[in-house]
């Protein structure tokens, strides 16, 4: 730059101190800038194949749960729906076996029931050895000696012979009913000493549990299997 300053004549000098300030000051404004953008982008790491295929897994495993989650609030408020409107009474005929050798069939129906111990609870299953629920296993029991029973706890509690709530007067083979109000929901075996078989609830299934004749869901036996002396006829 001197060496420029001393080639130009004197009047010339400031208009060249002038110039070339102003290049260094634009040089200087646009470096940050250019460096910006020469300088390389950084590059997204490509996907492998072994994490696409587990997170589609994950989103088909997540689908599924709720897919499942759908059909169990659509089965609870099917039968919240037929609890609601099916007849309190129902209509079906009396499926009592008297017979003088009662006693054999009543063992032979506690231990087909006593046989489900530690079978799954499904609701509406009624396969042996897989899953029942209450009405499925009674009524799969109940089919070892000939008794043919409907399908729900509801109408099966009107079937035979009601024996009441007093637990002396109870007989192994008897059904077991609870429910709210008139309505039964749940049905059960006896089978003497004051248990029960049942298929409880999900998670827990097929056991034997003790009767408490004072709870307030229980609605009293019902006598499938009869002796020739027995003519209880009152109404559960």
Wanted: charged content about 20%; some cysteine.
């Amino acid at each position: 730059m001197r060496f420029l300053h001393r080639l130009l004549p004197r009047r010339c000098r400031p208009g060249l101190a002038l110039v070339l300030t102003g290049l260094l000051v634009a040089l200087s404004l646009a470096t940050p800038a250019d460096a910006a953008a020469a300088r390389p982008k950084p590059r997204r790491p490509a996907v492998s194949a072994s994490r696409a295929k587990v997170s589609k897994a994950r989103a088909g495993r997540s689908f599924t749960r709720h897919a499942t989650r759908a059909r169990a609030t659509r089965g609870r408020t099917a039968r919240r729906s037929f609890l609601a409107t099916a007849p309190i009474v129902p209509a079906v005929a009396k499926a009592t076996v008297v017979s003088d050798s009662a006693h054999l069939l009543r063992d032979s129906v506690v231990s087909l029931a006593r046989q489900q111990l530690g079978t799954a609870y499904v609701l509406g299953a009624q396969t042996p050895g897989r899953a029942f629920d209450c009405s499925g296993l009674v009524r799969y029991v109940m089919s070892w000696i000939n008794v043919r029973l409907p399908r729900t706890a509801n109408e099966q509690a009107y079937t035979g012979i009601a024996v009441g709530r007093q637990l002396d007067r109870f007989k192994p083979g008897d059904l077991l009913t609870f429910g709210t109000g008139r309505r039964i929901t749940h049905i059960a075996v006896y089978v003497g000493d004051g248990k029960y078989v049942h298929a409880s609830r999900p998670g827990v299934g097929v056991i034997e549990s003790v009767l408490n004749p004072n709870a307030r869901r229980f609605r009293g036996a019902v006598r499938l299997v009869a002796d020739a002396s027995d003519t209880t006829t009152a109404q559960p």
